[in-house]
């Protein structure tokens, strides 16, 4: 008996010995992404597929597969967080998924890292048409993303209060916005004109709420060199104006750790007259307020410019991971996704504006706002300046802890300024 | 086993020339059986460690190819940025205010629950209310308390109507009152480990205790200097001492109500490090802060297993 239970318990040892090896060389284990049969399977991960009504972004996929049967896609989908750490991570490790999904502010630093792939030369071997896309965006003059679908961020005007303010018409100058928020501001209640989420956690606020301001007067940020430029009057300027909305008690408090959406929400609720936010947004403010009259606008200009109006976007980027052994194919699959009739169907879907410019969205069974938006979209012209910057989320952060000490005295306008054209200087090179 | 070493001796002896390798084998079938545990521990506890050890060395890793050793360049910047030093502060006094408050809170809701002065049922109710915040998640405890403390909730509401302020307070977006704001969010969700932990301990001092007490006429305030808190003592050093631990390492509630702002006065150590990592992509620097942050963790895990050694 003993001796049956000692060798059945060096057998049951060693199996287990050996499977936990097993197991270990079979996590390795790697089959470069391609069947026997010849089928190339291709990892796309990206945020957008949780962001749309279920099932069309598959359904778009399958169209694909369809007319590439030797191309399979596998969707890795998670929120825009979680992708962007799991990219960080796999860019780290040189396991990027084939198809990644980008935002702008990450290129830079994937692309340096080598982490991601010169889309520009895959375009020159697939000897692709580039004249289609509506933008690229080059580091070093080489294309690492290209913008699939832009949603810009309108002003946002609550009617109701606006009118309940005494203001007839949607702001269109600085001074009118002024004006119109300081008369929301006064009309009683908790209720004010504007609200400026500062929340260095996810300091978007910096690049949508307070750089519009700059880039719908025609001003930049930067040099024509691409270096920093934040002691220019335009951004004194812009700043000056922030800080005089703040001094004029109309921007909502709490601001200071304010997430965007917390400025949603209370725009939601009747707590802000105004907002600069995404067009994305439309379907979830109808939702939640069925009744609320609202209108999007282009953001206002310092008063008496007469140029074109940049309004801020984001975008959903795609870009191919350097390591991956299916290149061709990936782009193979991009080029699909950014075809005119494939780039409209997904612009529709996600309430967005196409990267293709010959792609036009159905706007017929949208909400009539989403077309005013994109007229406004195409009277002016996309700006956003940290697209393609290193660290942007950080130049974010400095700028936004730089603008907390301005709204709370701790420092002034020009010292601010200085202290983050310091701060950025050391980061753009 | 007098009888069975016998057997074993008596069937080995045939085997002679192979007896050194049976004996080994059979040497080698406890670790056959730990191998999946140890490994897992290599895989998840000690490379990553090991890693983090030598970034920290390193310049910067990750995003640069061809890193170099960097001795302790990323110490030196880490230990003299002001912010490290403001997020070391603000960690200090956010872990000890947290784990007094835990421990008191703790132990008179663990009494309350505990006497023999309320009935069962207003006992089962209390005990209901009492463990509430346990059971959300930080997720859902950040959404509640941004919600109760928006300087037009509930909370500046129900100052303001009964006259304790003027108008509303900012209570996060304050750098005055944000450190405390997220001190008291903390307090409000850990607070039930403490107060179970305490019940059961409570349950578990001997009646004959408080009975020989009585006898020799102390009042309620002598019972619980000389008999409560001695018998409690074993289990408060240890939830204290875990407790600072598990503290200082709260990321996700400092995130996601105040992201360490306004102007880093909710600044930790995580925060510290997650920002250097995914925000700066300085991943050495966050390695230095990490490794920093290990060795004082080991500090207090050096206190744990020291008052375990002595139960």
């Not at chain 1, 580091?139 to 699939?148: L, N």
């Not at chain 1, 430029?229 to 001094?247: G, I």
């Not at chain 2, 089962?124 to 209310?129: Q, S």
Request: charged share 15%.
């Amino acid at each position: 008996m003993v001796f049956r239970v000692s060798r059945l318990s060096r057998l049951v040892g060693a199996v287990t010995a050996a499977t936990t090896v097993a197991f270990v060389a079979a996590c390795g284990a790697d089959d470069g992404g391609s069947d026997g049969d010849g089928t190339v399977t291709l990892e796309f991960a990206q945020w957008w597929g949780a962001e749309l009504p279920a099932g069309e972004f598959d359904r778009i996929i399958d169209e694909f597969t369809a007319q590439n049967p030797n191309i399979e896609i596998e969707l890795l989908s998670a929120p825009y967080a979680s992708t962007k750490q799991q990219l960080l991570t796999g860019a780290a490790s040189k396991t990027l998924p084939d198809v990644v999904g980008l935002d702008g502010a990450w290129v830079n630093d994937f692309a340096k890292q080598g982490a991601i792939t010169d889309l520009s030369s895959l375009m020159a071997e697939a000897d692709y048409d580039d004249s289609e896309l509506a933008s690229q965006i080059q580091i070093d003059g080489s294309t690492y993303m290209i913008p699939v679908v832009n949603f810009v961020y309108p002003l946002f005007v609550n009617k109701e209060l606006l009118t309940e303010a005494g203001v007839a018409d949607v702001p269109t100058t600085r001074g009118e916005f002024l004006d119109a928020a300081t008369k929301i501001s006064a009309s009683g209640g908790d209720v004010k004109g504007w609200a400026l989420p500062l929340d260095t956690a996810v300091p978007n606020g910096i690049q949508n709420d307070v750089m519009s301001w700059l880039w719908a007067s025609g001003g930049s940020m930067l040099t024509a060199d691409g270096k920093p430029n934040l002691t220019s009057p335009e951004v004194k300027d812009t700043v000056e104006y922030v800080k005089s909305l703040n001094d004029a008690d109309v921007i909502a408090p709490g601001a200071l750790t304010m997430k965007e959406q917390d400025k949603v929400e209370k725009f939601s609720n009747g707590q802000i007259g105004m907002m600069i936010d995404s067009l994305a947004h439309i379907n979830l403010i109808r939702e939640n307020q069925p009744d609320m009259e609202f209108e999007v606008a282009a953001l206002p200009a310092a008063d008496g410019y007469t140029g074109e109006r940049g309004i801020p976007y984001a975008s959903w980027g795609i870009g191919i991971s350097d390591s991956s052994e299916h290149k061709a194919e990936a782009f193979k699959f991009v080029s699909y996704l950014m075809s005119q009739e494939t780039n409209a169907q997904l612009s529709t879907i996600a309430n967005g504006f196409p990267g293709n410019k010959n792609a036009e969205p159905d706007f017929g069974s949208s909400d009539p706002l989403f077309r005013t938006a994109f007229e406004i979209y195409q009277q002016g012209y996309p700006a956003n300046e940290f697209v393609g910057l290193p660290k942007s989320e950080d130049l974010m952060r400095s700028f936004a802890e730089q603008l907390q000490l301005v709204l709370t005295g701790g420092t002034s306008v020009d010292d601010a300024l200085a202290a983050a054209q310091e701060n950025w200087s050391s980061v753009i090179e | 086993m007098t009888l069975t070493a016998p057997r074993a001796s008596t069937r080995a002896a045939p085997a002679a020339p192979g007896r050194p390798r049976s004996t080994l084998a059979r040497r080698l079938v406890p670790y056959g059986y730990l191998s999946p545990t140890v490994l897992l521990i290599v895989v998840l506890m000690v490379v990553p460690i090991v890693m983090v050890v030598g970034y920290s060395f390193r310049d910067n890793v990750i995003v640069q190819e061809n890193s170099v050793f960097a001795g302790f360049a990323n110490y030196t910047r880490v230990l003299t940025d002001p912010d490290f030093l403001a997020a070391l502060r603000n960690t200090a006094v956010f872990i000890s205010v947290s784990t007094v408050a835990h421990l008191v809170l703790g132990l008179t809701f663990a009494m309350m629950l505990n006497t023999q002065l309320l009935s069962g049922v207003t006992k089962a109710i209390f005990r209901i209310v009492y463990i509430l915040p346990w059971l959300f998640t930080i997720a859902v405890i950040a959404v509640i308390w941004r919600l109760l403390f928006d300087p037009s909730g509930v909370v500046n509401y129900v100052l303001q109507t009964v006259g304790l302020v003027q108008q509303g307070v900012n209570w996060f977006g304050d750098p005055a009152t944000a450190l405390w704001a997220v001190t008291f969010v903390n307090i409000w969700s850990g607070y039930p480990f403490f107060m179970i932990s305490l019940l059961a301990g409570l349950q578990g001092i001997p009646a004959d205790l408080y009975e020989a007490a009585a006898v020799d006429g102390t009042n309620w305030w002598q019972r619980f200097r000389h008999v409560t808190l001695p018998q409690l003592r074993p289990v408060i050093v240890s939830m204290a001492v875990l407790d600072l631990i598990w503290t200082s390492h709260q990321f996700a509630l400092i995130w996601m109500t105040t992201g360490g702002g306004p102007l880093n006065s909710t600044e930790m150590l995580s925060t510290f490090t997650y920002k250097q990592a995914f925000s700066e992509y300085e991943f050495a620097t966050a390695s230095a802060a990490a490794v920093i942050v290990l060795l004082l963790t080991m500090v207090l895990a050096f206190f744990y297993v020291r008052s375990q050694r002595e139960r």
